[in-house]
């Protein structure tokens, strides 16, 4: 058996709490450092639906991609989705901890993991800062390709039905930047690499109106970060060989629905 800081600091080994964004809340949200753990529940959202499942199997800690508790709460009710998971959680004894933009900024995490989906080499941060970390990532395509075949080739690595993207461009393209959850603040970074392409999620319709050497593209902030849930997994997985890890049955929290 394991404390909930011995969880923590395998976490933070990869992705150190300290290199988090200024309005992130990464970290540990519900419960006691010292608290003991004999097994951990891994999912990209910690739902309501999350902490139950937590409950039926016997987990002591919940670790999630994004945070739980993400703006200032004035009120803890049932009725909000929050409220009931915070409230879930406290009265079960579940400990919860988020690996939010700490997981986004190193190269082996969220865009890292975009980057292995789609075969790109000679990938770099693409927004970088100091210690090798930062947001995003930018690397080269496996062979050139039209605007058509990039789509269907994103479309089959992510396993989506559908996809957004600004105004196809005529010529082939071979680098690509990438961004998980919502990059629109990025797009003029992708530019600057030199992308002619660029993947991310939650972009906003004026973002649309693009050069015309210059595509953007939104897969959904859910399908672009599903993948660090895995990671997380084989992360404490491999440190606690002994110890009950698991991914929700029900991982797929992604609250948009596509008809």
């Known amino acids: 058996m394991a404390k909930v800081k011995d969880i923590i600091r395998v976490i933070e080994d990869f992705a150190p709490l300290s290199i988090q964004e200024n309005w992130d809340n990464s970290g540990l949200s519900v419960g006691f450092p010292d608290a003991q753990v004999s097994s951990v529940l891994l999912g990209l959202d910690c739902t309501p ?36 998971a915070i409230i879930k959680a406290v009265k079960a004894g579940i400990s919860v901890y988020s690996a939010h933009t700490t997981a986004d900024k190193v190269p082996g995490g969220v865009s890292g993991a975009m980057a292995a989906r789609l075969g790109l080499s000679s990938v770099t941060v693409l927004d970088p800062e100091e210690g090798g970390t930062g947001l995003g990532a930018v690397g080269l395509l496996p062979a050139p390709m039209t605007a058509e ?36 603040s990025l797009i003029g970074k ?26 953007l593209m939104d897969i959904g902030h859910y399908e672009s970060e599903k993948d660090i849930v895995q990671i997380l997994f084989s992360l404490i997985k491999k440190n606690f060989p002994n110890f ?16």
């Open 190 to 215: 992708a530019r600057a690499a030199g992308a002619g392409l660029y993947i991310t999620g939650d972009i906003s319709y004026h973002h649309f109106f693009t050069a015309d050497d210059f595509m």
């Open 49 to 84: 639906e999350l902490v139950d499942e937590a409950v039926s199997c016997g987990a002591d800690m919940i670790v999630t991609h994004h945070p739980l508790i993400f703006t200032g709460l004035k009120k803890l009710t049932p009725e909000d989705p929050v409220g009931a």
């Open 244 to 259: 009950a890890v698991r991914i929700s049955e029900n991982e797929y929290s992604n609250p948009i629905y596509y008809f």
């Open 149 to 184: 075949e990039a789509v269907a080739y994103v479309k089959e690595k992510f396993g989506l039905r559908t996809l957004r993207t600004s105004r196809p461009v005529s010529g082939r393209i071979s680098k690509v930047a990438l961004c998980g959850g919502a990059g629109s």
